[in-house]
């Protein structure tokens, strides 16, 4: 057997720069288990082609893929990871810093008291007074005071753990905002420490303390250059394939039949498999 050669199978070669190839991908595998699987492979290689799988159209298919990637991947080997200056980053920034800015906003906590929808006029009086009760014992504590006494009484589940809080509300109401009388109330509050009249809602009674005020501010560049570079990365990317397609084209007479296109069906999107019933 040829010097160079490590095995056939059917005749056809096993390179023993390929074994060794192959032993480097796979350091800590013996020798005679790498060598195995290649001649499983070609052996498998050798029933497909007899069964004449290497003809089939699917394996055409598949081929034209594989060459398509492999020519893009080639061709836009250099564009995978372009280059970014700082000085683009920072242009980049000034240009959208509007997107960075946080607008004016409150924090604000609050005390439930729940009530039900078909609570008569005298349960949902006597309840109001227990709100109203409460109101003022709470204007009698500093804010961890207050975040022990929501812990106790608040019938938010969701808030009651976390001194009520309900999140950053911005100072000014957005373009077509939908009232909400929680959200008109946080607004009327001045300063840390202010609280509301009672709220009553359909569903309960609101107690609403201002917990912090937050004014205009940006995210600074340092928090956001590795966000920015990265958008100017993905879009040198696509302009580096469009140009590929671009010049791929050129040169090229390309026809479509539009009469037979538009007798084709629309694409459909793939059903989503139905939940079991139980």
Do not use: H
């Amino acid at each position: 057997m040829d010097s160079s050669v490590v095995a056939r199978v059917g005749g056809r070669a096993i390179p023993v720069q390929r074994l060794r190839e192959e032993l480097q991908k796979r350091s800590g595998t013996s020798r005679d288990e790498v060598l195995g699987d290649m001649i499983r492979f070609q052996a498998t290689l050798l029933a497909a082609e007899r069964a004449g799988l290497r003809q089939s159209p699917e394996f055409e298919a598949e081929m034209e893929r594989w060459l398509v990637a492999r020519y893009e991947a080639l061709q836009s080997a250099g564009a995978e990871n372009p280059s970014v200056s700082e000085d683009e980053v920072k242009a980049r920034y000034a240009a959208e810093e509007t997107r960075y800015r946080k607008p004016p906003a409150l924090r604000c906590g609050a005390l439930f008291l729940s009530i039900s929808a078909k609570a008569t006029a005298e349960v949902r009086a006597a309840r109001r007074s227990e709100a109203e009760a409460l109101l003022g014992q709470a204007r009698q504590t500093n804010e961890l005071g207050f975040a022990r006494l929501v812990a106790k009484r608040s019938e938010d589940q969701a808030t009651r753990y976390r001194s009520g809080d309900l999140g950053w509300i911005a100072t000014e109401p957005a373009v077509d905002e939908p009232s909400d009388p929680l959200v008109v109330a946080v607004r009327a509050l001045a300063k840390p420490g202010d609280f509301s009249p009672v709220i009553e809602t359909p569903t309960g009674f609101y107690i609403l303390r201002l917990l912090e005020t937050r004014p205009l501010s940006t995210r600074p560049y340092s928090e956001v250059a590795a966000e920015l570079r990265y958008s100017i990365q993905q879009e040198k990317r696509e302009r580096s394939l469009i140009a590929l397609q671009a010049r791929l084209r050129e040169g090229l007479n390309i026809e479509t039949n539009r009469t037979l296109l538009e007798t084709l069906p629309m694409a459909q999107a793939p059903e989503k498999p139905s939940s079991p019933t139980l």
